[in-house]
């Protein structure tokens, strides 16, 4: 990207916001705009400083990050994207995070040239859901009685034709771009073409609303889900 990528910072320890604001500024072509200690102070910020990345701590106080994530991508103010900060002993706010509209997720503790390809990623536009969050998310689903049935799928996945559901499944499966055009032996193009479809017909900002969207219309079977 030639712009820059103008990031916010909200987590409620001051040393890991001052750590982030260093390593991000020492990069050419990313600022921190703003830096937040609580979801409140995020909402505050959004206008006033327009980030395009919000790198948005779980647990802060006054207002979690999943509240604040849910009113950052509802606001039409802003198209601000969310890439939730995270730690392995978290994964009961994975489903909460994507559902209210997280673009991503990144551990704490990961190397910074991660940290700042999955902020370039977001940046972009896309969705960073690794296989290993998909499965979290299967999990999940597995925990919950189903709001969806096979006879209920067609009416919650209105417009979207056989082909698209084909793709929309290994979406929701955690399949890359390239794995789901081998198996389905189209170009990538074509995926491409159907992704966007799929996400113009369900509403959804990204990728990892797509494999909610999945999930939630019951598209992918109970027994799908046990993935190890």
Known sequence: MTERIRVLVADDQVLLRGTLRVLLESVPGMEVVGEAGTGREVLTLLPLQDPDVILMDVQMPDMDGIEATRQVCASRES????????????????YG?????ASGFILKDTPPVDLLAAIRVVARGDALISPAVTRRLIAEFARRPGPATPSARGGALPGVT???????????RGLSNTEI????????????THIGSLLAKLGARDRAQLVIAAYE????EVSSRKLG
Do not use: I, N, P, W
Request: charge should be neutral; aromatic fraction near 4%; hydrophobic fraction near 50%.
């Open 97 to 101: 995070a994507l559902r209210a509209g």
């Open 162 to 172: 056989e082909r698209e559901r084909e793709v929309l499944l290994h979406v929701a």
């Open 217 to 220: 219309a019951g598209l992918v």
């Open 181 to 192: 055009a081998r198996q389905l032996q189209v170009s990538m193009a074509t995926v491409k």
């Open 79 to 94: 198209s601000a994207r969310v890439l939730v900060l995270t730690t392995f002993d978290m994964d009961e706010y994975v």
